[in-house]
């Protein structure tokens, strides 16, 4: 997986495809904005390509903004398309695949007391 970690310009419009270059048969991921709160990533996965199963002390957003995948919560399978929003709780096991070549906004949601 390639990660580039370059902030967004304040108080301008951007277009998420263009902020990010999918990386052919892998993962292309791109730090948006981090702070104490938590973070904000950009993904490109190609098809096929996956994250395997892993957990996280904080809660998670995935923001599907193209393609399709099939996150698998709890050992639950979730299908997440374009337009839709999951929550991955913290500490439940939890793994990402891309049926399609596919784009998503993850958001982790830190604890600023923790």
Do not use: C, W
Request: aromatic residues 4%; without cysteine.
């Amino acid at each position: 997986m390639t990660t580039k970690s370059a902030g967004i310009v304040a108080a301008e419009a951007l277009e998420l495809a263009g902020l990010i270059v999918p990386t052919p048969d892998g993962i292309a991921s791109r730090i948006l904005a981090k702070n104490g709160g938590g973070t904000v990533t950009l993904f490109a996965f190609d098809q096929g390509q996956s994250l395997s199963e892993h957990t996280s002390p904080y809660d998670a957003l995935v923001l599907t903004l193209e393609g399709k995948f099939v996150l698998t919560i709890g050992g639950r399978p979730v299908d997440a398309t374009p337009g839709t929003i999951v929550r991955m709780p913290a500490n439940v096991p939890h793994a990402v695949e891309a049926a399609d070549p596919s784009r998503m906004l993850l958001v982790m949601l830190r604890d600023r007391t923790a």
